[in-house]
């Protein structure tokens, strides 16, 4: 049994290698673009809709709101971003129970990816907000001493959180791949549906959490408290 | 081997396009559309509060108009009342003013009529007193009436209780005085003579004596001058004595009447 998709190889050329895990993320693009492509060409601005334009307004209706409520701004700079790597994460969580889909997000590649997405996104938007210098006195608050320290920090919590939904991910699957050599019946089924809930619990996780690190760096000396309230609710 | 790095690098330019393209067919046209919309509600809004602006100025316009037209009623009710009032004390004064009129006229002619009843009994009063005087003078004493009272005349005439002076005046001396002896009945021509002859010894100048009978004169004899003066020996002051007791009579009842009226 493969831990991860990685170790499925297709089609490889040197370095270059087309594995599940590149394949499947292609599909779940191809899901998210075209779906959305499909709704969003025909799209009304009047109050009667199609069902889907009302569903792509709840979702993103949704997404801005937690933005808003978590970083107290607009929610538009950061939509995108945030939208997108839950939209990804979810939608990759719940394929996970079509047989033969193998979720990108139980590669570690793929979380590591988008760890490292968030690691630099954080400061990409802390300096578009509060300037390069702004932006790095952050981390000698409250005093330089406290500069290793921070800066630790940063990287931890990028490594917390691509384990984290890696982790998460892959025990599911794997958990339910167990369970269904052991007890082939019913009780693989309430594990897979408990694997949709958690799946989509961390995909809000990964999103939120993204969300709580770039608003402790685009809030001047007010983020640490937000990010620490964060970690403590994504582990419980 | 659970991490490899160039699916690490492969997914992170994955996550790039897929930012990209969801950003291009995803939020943007979904954000746009909701942004219209909500432009769109604002508008309406707008509208909606402008409209209920206006129905408010209108509502506030109505309420003018409507305290206007109130104040407008007030004014000619009050000023209908006051022409009514006008009317009605007119109205009351040209009716007062009839019911005088009225009740003067049935007062004048309530008059007209005590008169004509107080003519009419003086009339036959006198016609009545003169008949028995007569008859008994006649059946009791044996003496004509009218030649009583030519006699009586003659005597108070030859006893200067009678002045004739004011049927000379206004004559001149050249010209005789021409008088009319009126009696209610017919004189003999000796009666006249006498009666001739007794007025030109009391008078200066010379007379012309003519006759007149006049039924209605009161019982006697009565001369008159040219000059409009006048000597009556007649019933006409016991006559007028005796109108003025019946009158007395007639007019008690009808001052009592007029009092239950007016009260």
């Known amino acids: 049994m493969e831990i991860s998709p990685d170790a499925l190889v297709l089609w490889q050329w040197g370095p270059v290698k087309l594995n599940a895990t590149i394949l499947f993320t292609w599909l779940v693009m191809a899901i998210l673009v075209i779906g959305s492509w499909l709704i969003t060409r025909n799209i009304k601005s009047t109050v009667a809709m199609s069902r889907g334009q009302n569903m792509l307004e709840v979702i993103v209706g949704g997404v801005m709101d937690q933005i808003r409520e978590i970083s107290q701004q607009d929610p538009r700079p950061y939509l995108a971003f945030v939208g997108s790597l839950f939209l990804f994460i979810v939608v990759s969580n719940v394929l996970s129970i079509v047989p033969g889909f193998q979720p990108p997000t139980g590669s570690l590649s793929t979380t590591t990816a988008l760890a490292l997405c968030v690691l630099l996104a954080v400061p990409i938007f802390g300096i578009w907000q509060q300037g390069l210098l702004g932006y790095l006195k952050q981390y000698i608050q409250p005093t330089p001493i406290m500069l290793p320290f921070n800066i630790i920090g940063e990287l931890s919590r990028t490594l917390a959180l691509a384990v984290r939904l890696f982790g998460n991910v892959m025990?599911?699957?794997?958990?339910?791949?167990?369970?269904?050599?052991?007890?082939?019946?019913?009780?693989?089924?309430?594990?897979?549906?408990?694997?949709?809930?958690?799946?989509?619990?961390?995909?809000?996780?990964f999103a939120v959490l993204a969300m709580v690190y770039i608003a402790s760096a685009t809030r001047a000396h007010s983020g640490r408290d937000d990010e620490t309230s964060g970690e403590q609710s994504a582990d419980g | 081997m659970l991490f490899d790095g160039f699916t690490v690098f492969a997914q992170i330019v994955n996550f790039l396009i897929l930012l990209f393209l969801l950003r291009r067919f995803l939020y943007r046209p979904v954000l746009n559309a909701m942004q219209e919309r909500e432009r769109h509600i604002a508008e309406q809004l707008e509208q909606a509060d402008q409209k209920h602006q206006q129905a408010e100025e209108e509502y506030q316009r109505y309420q003018a108009q409507n305290q206007e037209l109130h104040e407008y009623y007030v004014q000619k009710q009050r000023q209908a009342e006051e022409e009514v009032e006008i009317w009605r004390k007119e109205a009351l004064?040209?009716?007062?003013?009839?019911?005088?009129?009225?009740?003067?006229?049935?007062?004048?002619?309530?008059?007209?009529?005590?008169?004509d009843f107080a003519a009419g009994l003086r009339q036959f009063a006198v016609q009545q007193t003169y008949v028995i005087a007569r008859r008994a003078l006649r059946d009791l004493a044996d003496a004509d009436f009218e030649k009583r009272m030519v006699a009586v005349f003659l005597s108070r005439l030859k006893q200067n209780q009678i002045d004739l002076t004011q049927l000379e005046q206004g004559y001149s001396e050249t010209i005789d005085v021409v008088l009319t002896?009126?009696?209610?009945?017919?004189?003999?021509?000796?009666?006249?003579?006498?009666?001739?002859?007794?007025?030109?010894?009391?008078?200066?100048?010379?007379?012309?004596?003519?006759?007149?009978?006049?039924?209605?004169?009161?019982?006697?004899?009565?001369?008159?001058?040219?000059?409009?003066?006048?000597?009556?020996?007649?019933?006409?002051?016991?006559?007028?004595?005796?109108?003025?007791?019946?009158?007395?009579?007639?007019?008690?009842?009808?001052?009592?009447?007029?009092?239950?009226?007016?009260?």
């Open chain 1, 171 to 205: 025990s599911g699957g794997l958990i339910a791949a167990i369970l269904l050599s052991i007890v082939p019946l019913f009780f693989p089924i309430i594990m897979q549906m408990l694997g949709l809930l958690t799946g989509i619990i961390q995909a809000y996780i």
């Open chain 2, 93 to 115: 004064q040209t009716a007062h003013q009839e019911v005088d009129a009225t009740l003067h006229n049935w007062r004048q002619s309530i008059a007209l009529e005590k008169d």
């Open chain 2, 181 to 263: 002896l009126r009696s209610a009945f017919e004189l003999s021509p000796a009666l006249q003579e006498q009666i001739r002859r007794e007025l030109q010894t009391h008078l200066v100048k010379n007379i012309t004596l003519r006759y007149e009978i006049v039924p209605n004169l009161n019982a006697g004899i009565e001369l008159v001058g040219q000059n409009g003066s006048q000597v009556a020996w007649n019933l006409r002051r016991y006559l007028e004595a005796l109108e003025d007791e019946l009158d007395e009579q007639i007019q008690e009842p009808v001052d009592k009447q007029k009092g239950r009226m007016e009260a």
